[in-house]
């Protein structure tokens, strides 16, 4: 089993800025990388962004190319999306998953495991 701990959420204004964390435990050595997803009241879960551990590559939706950066540490097995010029549109909640099919990042199929999840209000 893998466990994910997501934290950093909060209330703020457009434009400001947050990072969330997304803390991995159990056995992360079954997992291919860490995708972050958010969920609107009313709406469906979406693709934010997605590291892999062995390549470092990383993937974004265009909602967030350019204002979002997804990275990780290895030693510490956690991951961070650093949210920048954050606007309403952006409020949620945001999970993060691991992948354990090793592609598929832009798809919730693909991770088997979920965080409980983090808020993130943007004010106008």
């Known amino acids: 089993q893998v466990q994910l701990v997501e934290s950093g959420g909060g209330s703020v204004q457009a434009g400001d800025s947050l990072r969330l964390s997304c803390a991995t435990s159990?056995?992360?050595?079954?997992?291919?990388?860490v995708g972050w997803f958010r969920q609107a009241p009313g709406k469906e879960r979406e693709f934010v962004s997605a590291?892999?551990?062995?390549?470092?590559?990383?993937y974004y939706a265009d909602s967030v190319k350019g204002r979002f950066t997804i990275s990780g540490d290895n030693a510490k097995k956690t991951v961070y999306l650093q949210m920048n010029n954050l606007k309403p549109e952006d409020t949620a909640v945001y999970y993060c998953?691991?992948?354990?099919?090793?592609?598929?990042?832009?798809?919730?199929?693909?991770?088997?495991?979920w965080g409980q999840g983090t808020q993130v209000t943007v004010a106008s």
């Open positions: 998953a691991a992948n354990s099919v090793g592609n598929a990042y832009y798809s919730t199929w693909a991770y088997a495991h």
């Open positions: 159990g056995q992360t050595e079954s997992i291919y990388g």
């Open positions: 590291i892999s551990w062995g390549t470092t590559d990383t």
